[in-house]
């Protein structure tokens, strides 16, 4: 006997990330979605953003780790609004899921806010699979991770709207080309804006900020 | 490495699915669609399967897995074709706007149960 289903399996997912968007448009926030591989500094270009953006823009921030409030205690210093999910309670999940960010929206309070911004958990694979209800992902890709990644991790890029590249101070003292790690980006996901800047020493940055005032300009009409 | 989180939604989608009337139903197949572009290891998925199945109609049953070509169109040029690597750039017109048309999917197509004895 067969029984025809024709399901998504990702679906309750899915459902989920259609409450959050819904949640999001009433609140009239706009969402990034930020993913990286371990290590690429998303924290760090997140606090520069932060504090250029603030006060004038209006900015939370949900960080998702398996385990510690490290990130959560840098980002709270620049004054944004933060709050941390741990996943490490939940079974240690690889990526945060619809559900989990929405709970930790409502509970950030989202009344206030112009952008809001989920740090996700560092992991180039995962993550890429769960939508959360964002209205735009950006990936952070570090040159000191090789030129190489964006072949090797193509979904990652696919689904990015926006890419970084971070750490370009360090360029001088690596073996790396610029070029062909934009152009490999650019190969996966061709036309996708890419920002090469440093988030230690700030180079970079206006584009990068510009992009995000624009899209939150194009959602909620709030001119910033 | 989410294979079990995926394995978990798969069980409950097929358990949900199989009728309250059929006495002590097994399933013996799971159809399923993986795109090849979506984060899905099979081995792994049917190993999260076999694990969680334990003790349940869908214990033993079979995972078929259809793979899904990625294939993608260009909005500049209007061609479509197969992408086989890593590489989305428009072959035809070298600057287009891509856009996916298959190869994510995560699908739950049908399941096969055993006849009753």
């Not at chain 1, 409030?69 to 999910?85: E, M, P, Y």
Request: proline letters at 5%; one cysteine or more; aromatic letters at 6%.
């Amino acid at each position: 006997m067969e029984i025809k289903i024709q399901k998504k399996v990702l679906e309750a997912n899915e459902t989920e990330a259609e409450k959050s968007r819904k949640f999001f448009r009433q609140k009239n926030v706009f969402v990034l979605n930020m993913m990286s591989s371990p290590g690429s500094g998303k924290t760090e270009t997140l606090c520069k953003t932060l504090t250029r953006l603030m006060p004038k823009v209006r900015v939370g921030v949900i960080v998702g780790d398996i385990c510690t409030t490290n990130d959560a205690d840098r980002l709270v210093k620049t004054g944004a609004r933060v709050t941390q999910i741990n996943t490490e309670q939940f079974g240690g999940d690889c990526h945060l899921s619809a559900s989990l960010v929405l709970d930790s929206a409502q509970k950030l309070g989202c009344d206030d806010l112009d952008l809001l911004i989920v740090e996700n958990i560092g992991n180039l694979v995962c993550p890429a699979e769960f939508d959360i209800g964002e209205d735009a992902r950006a990936v952070v890709l570090s040159v000191t991770e090789g030129e190489d990644k964006p072949l090797k991790y193509p979904l990652m890029f696919r689904v990015a709207d926006v890419a970084i590249l971070n750490k370009i101070d360090l360029l001088p003292y690596l073996d790396v080309d610029r070029e062909l790690a934009v152009g490999n980006m650019q190969k996966v996901h061709p036309r996708m804006p890419v920002f090469e800047m440093s988030a230690k020493t700030e180079e970079g940055y206006e584009p990068w900020l510009d992009w995000l005032k624009i899209k939150v300009f194009e959602k909620t009409g709030k001119g910033l | 490495m989410h294979e079990m989180g995926i394995a978990e939604q798969l069980v409950k989608i097929a358990l949900d699915a199989i009728p309250k009337d059929i006495q002590n139903p097994r399933v013996e197949t799971v159809h399923l669609k993986i795109g090849k572009l979506a984060s899905v290891v099979e081995q792994s998925l049917t190993f999260c399967f076999e694990i969680i199945t334990k003790d349940t109609p869908l214990e033993k049953a079979r995972l078929h897995i259809e793979s899904v070509p990625v294939r993608v169109h260009c909005k500049s040029c209007d061609q479509s074709w197969e992408v086989t690597g890593p590489v989305f750039q428009c072959p035809f017109c070298e600057d287009g706007d891509v856009e996916m048309i298959s190869g994510r999917e995560i699908e739950i197509i049908s399941l096969e149960l055993e006849d009753a004895p």
